[in-house]
């Protein structure tokens, strides 16, 4: 079973819509949920971080973590082509060790003007 | 804004031979990370790096890959043999303690021939 499922997506919204991206994960022990943008060829650019449940807001950018359904959104309110990029989803334990990310597979993204 | 830096950009190898990959983290940050993604695929987990010495390892990082610190400013990721698989771009990341958003470089694109 995959740890972090996301799904690849294409979207594509027009510019000015709610954009709604979903992961659902595996192992109840992650505490840290986290949001990044990658463009192409790019490095991924955290947008946001939350830990454990509820929610948090960041202008245009909701991050909704429920851990008792295993299950995180990130909300784009007002959508820009410039938010087109690609979006993944990451996950931490916490411990003593290197809190790796577990990563999903990323959803792409395409606003139009 | 702080920025995680990597050189280079590009690098052609052929198989067999050894590459080094190289990140200046952040400067106030004190946790090292080195992930890789395969063209179509998950931002993997190879390594994290704290207080000098590694802290947790994935089964990606086998004895063909060693990562080091060697002047208090640079992070370097070193691969001994390459392999064709191990073409990817290779992410550092870096972050301060008691936050656990990473910062990523713009990686580096290793092609092995």
């Known amino acids: 079973q995959k740890e972090v499922e996301q799904d690849p997506g294409p979207l594509s919204v027009p510019e000015g819509a709610i954009v709604s991206l979903n992961c659902t994960y595996s192992?109840?022990?992650?505490?840290?949920f986290m949001w990044y943008r990658q463009y192409s060829r790019k490095g991924p650019e955290l947008l946001m971080y939350?830990?454990?449940?509820g929610n948090k807001e960041d202008g245009r950018f909701t991050a909704q973590v429920d851990k008792s359904s295993k299950y995180i959104s990130l909300f784009i309110r007002d959508s820009q082509p410039s938010d087109s990029a690609t979006y993944l989803c990451?996950?931490?334990?916490?411990?003593?060790?290197?809190?790796?990310?577990?990563f999903g597979k990323g959803t792409t993204l395409s606003v139009s003007s | 804004e702080p920025e995680v830096t990597q050189t280079p950009s590009h690098q052609v190898t052929q198989m067999g031979q050894e590459v080094i990959l190289r990140c200046v983290p952040i400067?106030?940050?004190?946790?090292f990370y080195w992930y890789r993604q395969i063209l179509g695929q998950k931002v993997e987990f190879l390594v994290s790096?704290?207080?000098?010495?590694?802290?947790?390892k994935s089964e990606i990082f086998d004895d063909q890959f060693s990562v080091e610190r060697p002047d208090g400013s640079n992070f370097t990721l070193k691969i001994r043999s390459t392999k064709l698989e191990d073409s990817a771009m290779y992410f550092c990341?870096?972050?301060?303690?008691?936050?656990?958003?990473?910062?990523f470089g713009s990686g580096t694109r290793l092609t092995v021939v």
């Open positions: 990341a870096s972050r301060i303690q008691g936050q656990y958003g990473y910062t």
């Open positions: 192992n109840s022990a992650f505490q840290y």
């Open positions: 939350t830990y454990s449940s």
């Open positions: 990451a996950m931490s334990l916490v411990n003593q060790a290197g809190t790796a990310l577990i």
């Open positions: 400067s106030n940050h004190l946790y």
């Open positions: 790096f704290y207080n000098n010495e590694i802290s947790e």
